[in-house]
């Protein structure tokens, strides 16, 4: 059974930074590409950005502009989620999940296994 742990949430204030980690329990990690989503209350969940085990490619939702960065460290078996110029309607619970595809997608669908989520709270 796969196993996806995400830390690194909490308080910020707008205009800070937070980064975000995900530990994976899969093997061989290099060949999986995982993806970011957020969910705010009441809203649906939605794609944040991903990286591929293909070239390291990442991907990012077009609401990201240039301020979040995702890398990964194969050794540590973990993805970082690299936060910036945080807003407040950038606040809520933040997984990450993971696919075989070597192109990650932009829906939650698409991916295999989830983790429970770290909560982000950015506020004004």
């Known amino acids: 059974q796969v196993e996806l742990v995400e830390s690194g949430g909490g308080l910020v204030q707008a205009g800070g930074s937070l980064t975000l980690s995900c530990v994976a329990s899969?093997?061989?990690?290099?060949?999986?590409?995982i993806g970011w989503f957020r969910q705010a209350p009441g809203k649906e969940r939605e794609f944040v950005g991903a990286?591929?085990?293909?070239?390291?490619?990442?991907y990012y939702a077009d609401f990201v502009q240039g301020r979040f960065t995702i890398s990964r460290d194969i050794a540590k078996y973990t993805v970082y989620l690299k936060m910036d110029y945080l807003k407040p309607e950038d606040t809520g619970v933040y997984l990450c999940?993971?696919?075989?595809?070597?192109?990650?997608?932009?829906?939650?669908?698409?991916?295999?296994?989830w983790g429970q989520g770290t909560q982000v709270t950015v506020s004004s």
């Open positions: 999940a993971l696919t075989a595809a070597p192109r990650p997608g932009m829906v939650a669908s698409g991916y295999d296994s």
């Open positions: 899969i093997r061989p990690f290099s060949r999986y590409s």
């Open positions: 990286i591929s085990w293909y070239a390291e490619t990442t």
